[in-house]
DNA sequence: ACACGGACTTGGGACTACCACG
DNA sequence: CGTGGTAGTCCCAAGTCCGTGT
């Protein structure tokens, strides 16, 4: 064992010099291209994510300020005592949203696809988008649609046109945009073609297999799932390149070699981009549809090898897999069978250096307490969280002093809580902390080479032979248990986790990495190329749930993945006219699970709601769309719901939505009769709706809504609302949109702590400006009438100008007042609203991308290093590019 | 139909690095 | 040159969704 794993060492050592240089992406310039040919092969299969849409702006709840306050979290800064917060406040700006759906032409939702037809449909649908063009509402949001509708309620949303058909909705605060803009709704009828159904995907089922395990070298027992033989070295390229990082081999076969592979995938590439060329429908069906249903044939093999799996199998594998579809098909690779990967190469994670006891003595009953190395660890960090508003919490205390006591023991002193005073370690830590700050420049930046050296070997992985970043190699710390909201475990004792705990993953002909703790062992080692984890182990706090160690999200699987996902919500573009048809229809059935079905995933696809699933008892309590409960609705008549309920991590979503009248009925219906924490959608839970939103579109499921939504209402308002003027202008465009979509989907954040004193020195500085300008003006009345000009505040006399550069003066002063006012504006305006998740997981970054290229706006202004990174594989998108 | 194990995405806040300012 | 405001990172909790075994 050991000695396998210093190989392996030495080789990764020799890569990670190969690539010092920092970022860069790792794809070649045209990165994205390899990349791609993967990406469609995941589609199709399986798993995977779907995610999200969204729509319309109107919902927006409203938040205001009050939502933050509503965290509880929050906040260190115990001053303010208050427990924990939440939600008090409120009061939303009320807006209020109309919305209504939209009912829109076309019939018949489910048009289930027909399968293939991909080229067909196609075509058909380009058809039609070009004639209809614009409008199809569908495309836009509901709460746009409905918007419009109603016209001038809302004044909010901005969004749509207002065909036609739209519904009504309300209102909103929100001014309403150039909705009218748009087109109407041409198209969507069309689309249901498409899709295979469903299904097809791929369970591979052969993941399973389970483990047999073996003693291995680090003495873990290893497990494998198949069979497998022998293992072959990894495939030499495979190391050589990865040395270099790029290229990603192909899983491929060696022949294949990357070259060709590129060359001939490219192509297939472009046409993908190329579709943004086509008419949006077009698009969206073209490249989703190959991509997801690999043909039967397809997946058949693949099963069958990745059962085999062993290494064997994988090389022949792999060949066969690229023979017989890859390139034509694209599917990737992984597609069919569930396979991740092929080869695999890391280090292992590392851990947390072991607890230096500081002898620091707390006192109980004010006398100084004697604690053990153990005891003092979890003593300290208690004190360490002294002003944090946890310690205000009953529960965090509790479950806190239940855990130390196991540690203390029985007889200990400590016996009570109320009697333990932590401030000696609380200051001592103060203090530690302090004297790292006052650390010079130098000091810190060798102790931070100390430190990167230290981890150097395990930033990276090798997959498949191109380098990547590993996302989280540094296990967790033992801490207490911070839970948001009102979570019964919090205060606990998150203990310290050990190689034992710790199962790898790795390539079968890896070295497996040396564990990095003397004489410990790591827990097993497996070789599952069906999984992108590299390591795990059961959480401490909830014995049944697991963290994973990743790839970072800069790698090519990651991306993948990604870009399926907004592939996927691209796709219900072509689905969600006649979605919308169904649903709508569904609202006055009589059978109630279908109309609790209609009814939920109309809130999903309006408001943007999660999916909401069942939760245990030991975790916060939070719903979803299935979740609520009868108290979080209340409809207000005539078609008015408001909403009020904590979402996940407990972040309160406030919001008064117009309704369809039927859908008002129909919660009505729902609420009758039930008690306020009785679930209002008791015929409901995740998977029915999402069994059934699968009928209508392959891989749909409950969160490609808030993709689908998030995206759309970006590249609409993008589209609509983007002028000429300068960049300043442009960006402040792009984050407005931007902030449409944060609103919609309730990403909110704190009010900082300082925000409103900012605010006050911001006034300040205007005033101040303000002064000068009234000066200034004084100024240029006088010097017009060549009267010399007056003292100035300093009472020392002006030196007279003349009039031209006063007015030069005045006009700069002005201009920088307006925009000191604007940057006010915004401040305030995204106080509470936090736009970077939105960037992260809902935008498709080929909008921004494209965007960026059609208006001359560097990329760089609208994504920092991490996303460029992330999005790597967006970046040679077709500036025509529409979601 | 379900409960449950498992894998992966999404999310806000703490922590840091960094940059403009007085 | 300290500072404080921020933008960017890190951290890890909390969701979603899939597959499975019963």
Redesign the pocket.
């Known amino acids: 064992m050991t000695v396998e794993a210093r190989e392996d060492k030495n080789m990764m050592e020799d890569m990670d010099d190969d690539d010092d240089a920092p970022l860069v992406f790792k794809r070649s310039g045209s990165s994205s291209k390899p990349k791609q040919s993967e990406p469609e092969n995941k589609l199709s299969s ?7 849409g969204r729509q319309s702006s109107d919902v927006r709840p409203q938040n205001g300020t009050n939502a ?1 306050a509503q ?1 509880g ?4 800064s115990s001053s303010s005592m208050k427990p924990p917060v939440r939600p008090s406040l409120v009061s939303p700006k009320s807006s209020n949203s109309s919305v209504k759906a939209s009912p829109i032409k076309s019939p018949d939702v489910n048009s289930k696809p027909s399968t293939s037809v991909v080229g067909e449909s196609k075509s058909v649908k380009s058809t039609i988008k070009e004639e209809n063009s614009e409008d199809s509402e569908d495309d836009k949001p509901l709460s746009a649609r409905q918007v419009a509708g109603s016209s001038k309620n809302n004044p909010n949303q901005t969004n749509k046109p207002n065909a036609p058909n739209l519904g009504k909705k309300s209102n909103v605060p929100k001014p309403e945009d150039s909705d009218d803009e748009i087109p109407l709704s041409a198209k969507f009828q069309g689309k249901s073609n498409a899709g295979a159904s469903t299904s097809r ?8 297999p389970l483990v047999a395990r073996k003693p291995d070298k680090n003495g873990s027992a290893s497990t494998e799932r198949k069979p497998s033989t022998v293992l072959q070295k990894r495939p030499a390229d495979g190391v050589a390149s990865a040395g270099q990082s790029n290229l990603k081999k192909p899983k491929l076969s060696d022949s294949l070699a990357s070259k060709d592979k590129k060359a001939s995938v490219k192509p297939e590439v472009k046409a993908e981009d190329d579709e943004d060329l086509v008419p949006l429908s077009q698009r969206t069906k073209k490249s989703t549809t190959p991509e997801k249903k690999p043909s039967p044939a397809l997946k058949t093999n693949n099963k069958t090898n990745s059962k085999t799996n062993s290494k064997t199998n994988k090389k022949s594998k792999q060949v066969s897999k690229d023979n017989n579809y890859s390139k034509s098909s694209k599917l990737p690779p992984s597609s069919g069978d569930g396979q ?1 990967w092929t080869t695999l190469v890391h280090n292992g994670v590392i851990f947390p250096p072991p607890y230096k006891p500081h002898g620091v003595k707390m006192l109980y009953k004010g006398k100084p307490v004697n604690l053990t190395p153990e005891q003092e660890e979890v003593a300290t960090m208690y004190a360490v969280m002294l002003e ?1 508003d946890y310690l205000k919490k009953p529960q965090f205390k509790e479950n806190f002093m239940t855990d130390w006591k196991k540690i203390l023991g029985k007889n200990h002193v400590i016996q009570s809580l109320e009697h333990c005073d932590f401030t000696p370690i609380y200051e001592w830590h103060q203090r530690e902390k302090e004297k790292k700050k006052q650390m010079s420049t130098d000091e ?1 930046k060798a102790l ?1 080479e100390e430190k990167l050296k230290l981890e150097e070997k395990y930033m990276w992985a090798v997959l498949d032979g191109v380098r990547e970043k590993v996302g ?1 190699f ?1 296990v ?2 033992p ?1 207490l ?5 009102e ?1 019964p ?1 919090m205060g606990k004792l ?1 203990r310290r986790i050990r190689p034992s705990d710790i199962t790898i993953n790795i390539g079968r002909d890896a070295p497996i990495p040396e564990c990095p703790i003397e004489g410990e062992r790591w827990k097993e080692i497996r070789h ?1 190329n ?4 590299l390591a ?1 182990w ?2 401490p ?1 909830n014995g ?5 160690v ?1 790839l970072a ?1 800069s790698s090519t699987l ?1 991306g993948q ?2 870009k399926e ?1 907004y592939e996927k919500a691209r796709l219900l573009k072509d689905y969600i006219q006649g979605i919308r048809t169904a649903y709508t229809r569904d609202f006055v059935s009589k059978d109630p699970a279908k109309k609790q079905i209609a009814v939920a995933t109309y809130l999903i696809d309006k408001l943007a709601l ?6 245990d008892d030991d ?2 309590d ?1 719903v ?2 299935c979740t609520l409960k009868v108290e979080n609705v209340e409809p207000v008549p005539p078609n008015i719901l408001k909403f009020d309920f ?6 309160r979503y406030q919001n008064e939505v117009e309704v369809e009248t039927a859908v008002f009925k129909a919660i009505q219906q729902f609420r009758s009769g039930k008690k306020g924490g009785d679930d209002l959608f008791d015929k409901l ?6 069994a059934h939103l ?1 009928e209508l579109m392959p ?1 749909l ?4 809504f ?2 689908y939504n998030a995206s759309i209402t970006l590249d609409d308002k993008l589209s609509r609302e983007t002028k000429g003027g300068d960049l300043a202008e442009k960006v402040v465009t792009y984050n407005h949109a931007n902030k449409e979509v944060a609103i919609i ?6 009010v ?1 702590k ?2 409103s ?2 605010m006050l ?1 911001l006034d300040e ?1 205007i005033d101040e400006l303000k002064g000068v300008l009234e000066e200034l003006k004084t100024d240029l009345g006088r010097a017009r009438k060549g009267k010399p000009l007056l003292a100035g505040a300093d009472g020392k006399a002006k030196r007279n100008i003349n009039p031209e550069a006063l007015e030069r003066k005045i006009a700069q002063t002005t201009a920088k007042i307006e925009k000191m006012e604007r940057d006010k504006e915004t ?1 305030e305006d995204l106080k509470t609203v ?1 736009l ?3 960037k ?3 935008l498709d970054p080929r909008i921004t991308v494209a965007w960026c290229k059609r208006h001359e706006v560097p990329i760089e202004k609208m994504f ?4 460029l990174e992330k999005f790597s594989w967006a970046m040679d998108v077709d500036p025509s590019f529409r979601f």
Do not use: M
């Open positions: 399986q798993k995977h994510n779907a995610q999200v933050n965290k979290k929050s906040v260190t995907s791929s369970h591979s089922e052969e993941k399973k991740k944090t810190k931070k989280n540094r967790e710390p801490g248990f911070r839970g948001r909201g979570h475990k998150k599952d069906t999984v992108t984890w795990y059961s959480d706090i049944k749930e697991f963290k994973y990743f999200a990651k993945s990604d996902k999660r999916a909401g699933n069942e939760k975790e916060a939070t979803g769309c904590l979402g996940k991590d407990s972040i839970d995740t998977s029915k709706l999402n699968k891989g499921t409950a969160k490609v808030r993709t989907c309730n990403h909110q954040r704190t900082s300082t925000h004193a900012q020195r500085k401040k936090a970077g998740t939105s992260i997981n809902y920092n290093k991490s996303l």
